[in-house]
Nanobody
Framework: QVQLVESGGGLVQPGGSLRLSCSAS????????MGWYRQAPGKQRELVAA???????NYADSVKGPFTISRDNAKNTVNLQMNSLKPEDTAIYYC?????????WGQGTQVTVSS
């Protein structure tokens, strides 16, 4: 089992920045992919960004440029730097870890972009 704990969400004004962090513990497999997903009210959960064990990244088109995903393999953490936030970025953000055919999810952290 893998446990994921997210932090860093909150309320921010449009144009502001937030940094989300996710710490993984338990049966971590080195060759994994970690990512961030989000779910807005009334919408399906969607990929925001993902990063493989080798540093290869994948971003949703809507966040390319302002958002940056990074990971620290030694600390089993993944971060999401979010700049130039818009009201449409408001959602619950979830951390996900994928390894050996299994997916693990965190509890989520709320991000609200509003003036």
């Amino acid at each position: 089992q893998v446990q994921l704990v997210e932090s860093g969400g909150g309320l921010v004004q449009p144009g502001g920045s937030l940094r989300l962090s996710c710490s993984a513990s338990g049966s971590i497999f080195g060759f994994n992919t970690m990512g961030w997903y989000r779910q807005a009210p009334g919408k399906q959960r969607e990929l925001v960004a993902a990063i493989a064990w080798n540093g290869s990244t994948n971003y949703a088109d809507s966040v390319k440029g302002p958002f940056t995903i990074s990971r620290d393999n030694a600390k089993n953490t993944v971060n999401l730097q979010m700049n130039s936030l818009k009201p449409e970025d408001t959602a619950i953000y979830y951390c996900k870890e994928s390894q050996r055919g299994s997916d693990y999810w965190g509890q989520g952290t709320q991000v609200t972009v509003s003036s």
